[in-house]
T-cell receptor
Framework: DAKTTQPPSMDCAEGRAANLPCNHS???????VYWYRQIHSQGPQYIIH???NNETNEMASLIITEDRKSSTLILPHATLRDTAVYYC????????????FGGGTRLMVKP | EAQVTQNPRYLITVTGKKLTVTCSQN?????MSWYRQDPGLGLRQIYY???????DKGDVPEGYKVSRKEKRNFPLILESPSPNQTSLYFC????????????FGPGTRLTVT
């Protein structure tokens, strides 16, 4: 699996966009980029995933660079409830070990 | 409400005393799995099941057993728990192995003394 690098922590003002970067320079052509988040030891929550194209859903947008070596998760209007650890995972989509979380980015949304 | 439930949520036990952590989902998902989460090690898969009576090992299966007799349930069994199995455990499910989005349970915090 491609290794990912994320900043350990970030702050964001409430109501502003939160942009969370992820580097995955060794990603291979059939590996997807997944984003999950975890709020204080609760079960991880799926946010979004993508392969090559940018993706948007009701929670967030995922911007993947053209060379696919990095991506950015965008929470368009962060709220206090978005305070969590965000994990960027890169792996092929198969039946086996779907997810291995690394360190993630601890996002603190401040009033 | 669509959800994955786990029981118990918290458990303190002693070495060698068999225990079972239950997991149930009400979404008719084919695929279920168990993870453990440890500080500094992230989330690691223990076992997974692609459907009833179909199970396979994940990254860290040693010391654990699972069964999938019904589609909705996927219990995790520790036959002889040891202190190194002290961890936060999550059950997860998804429609099938072809689907990306996983739903996680609330977690079970297990302490083995």
């Amino acid at each position: 699996d491609a290794k990912t690098t994320q900043p350990p922590s970030m702050d964001c003002a409430e109501g502003r966009a939160a942009n969370l970067p992820c580097n995955h320079s060794t990603i291979s052509g059939n590996e997807y980029v997944y984003w999950y988040r975890q709020i204080h030891s609760q079960g991880p929550q799926y946010i979004i995933h993508g392969l090559k194209n940018n993706e948007t859903n009701e929670m967030a947008s995922l911007i993947i660079t053209e060379d696919r070596k990095s991506s950015t998760l965008i929470l368009p209007h962060a709220t206090l409830r978005d305070t969590a650890v965000y994990y960027c995972i890169v792996r092929i989509h198969n039946a086996g070990n779907m997810l291995t979380f690394g360190g993630g980015t601890r996002l603190m949304v401040k009033p | 409400e669509a959800q994955v439930t786990q029981n118990p949520r918290y458990l303190i036990t002693v070495t060698g005393k068999k225990l079972t952590v239950t997991c149930s989902q009400n979404m008719n998902h084919e695929y279920m799995s168990w993870y453990r989460q440890d500080p500094g090690l992230g989330l690691r898969q223990i076992y997974y099941s692609m459907n009833v009576e179909v199970t396979d090992k994940g990254d860290v299966p040693e010391g654990y057993k699972v069964s999938r007799k019904e589609k909705r349930n996927f219990p995790l069994i520790l036959e002889s728990p040891s202190p190194n199995q002290t961890s936060l455990y999550f059950c997860a499910s998804r429609w099938s192995d072809r689907v990306h989005e996983q739903y996680f349970g609330p977690g079970t915090r297990l302490t083995v003394t």
